[in-house]
């Protein structure tokens, strides 16, 4: 992001966070405080928001939900909401999937980066 601020998120596979019984904050937490790359990352930052698990999806779901309403058409929402949250995550579960399999990968991608090129791509490949 701009002004040297970093949107920081972390996810993992339901069933590894049920085993734990614990929420993703506090595993993000413990996650940054034990990973070496992201450790060194983040040493210096500070929270400045509060952490929204999924306010992107909410929003479009609102959204999905209004014009479902305004059509009288409560199935096509049904419909809808689950087909866009499906494809919508697909990116996110694979990028947890490959990262659960390589945790290295947190240091490469790290590496790459500082370049803007690098972050251009992830971005357009994870949203």
């Known amino acids: 992001m701009t002004g040297g601020r970093v949107n920081a998120g972390f996810g993992m596979p339901e069933k590894h966070r049920r085993k734990t019984g614990t929420s993703l904050v506090f595993l993000f937490q413990q996650f940054r405080e034990r990973h070496p790359v992201v ?4 040493v210096n930052a500070r929270q400045v928001s509060e952490i929204g698990d999924g306010i992107m999806l909410a929003v479009r779901s609102g959204l999905l939900a209004g014009i479902a309403a305004k059509n009288g058409q409560v199935p096509l929402y049904d419909s809808q909401v689950e087909k866009f949250l499906w494809n919508r995550m697909k990116s996110q579960r694979q990028t ?13 991608v790290a590496w790459l980066g500082r370049f803007a090129w690098f972050r251009t791509g992830i971005r357009k490949w994870i949203w």
């Open 39 to 42: 450790r060194q990352m983040l």
């Open 96 to 108: 947890i999937s490959l990262i659960t399999c390589l945790p290295f990968l947190i240091s490469v």
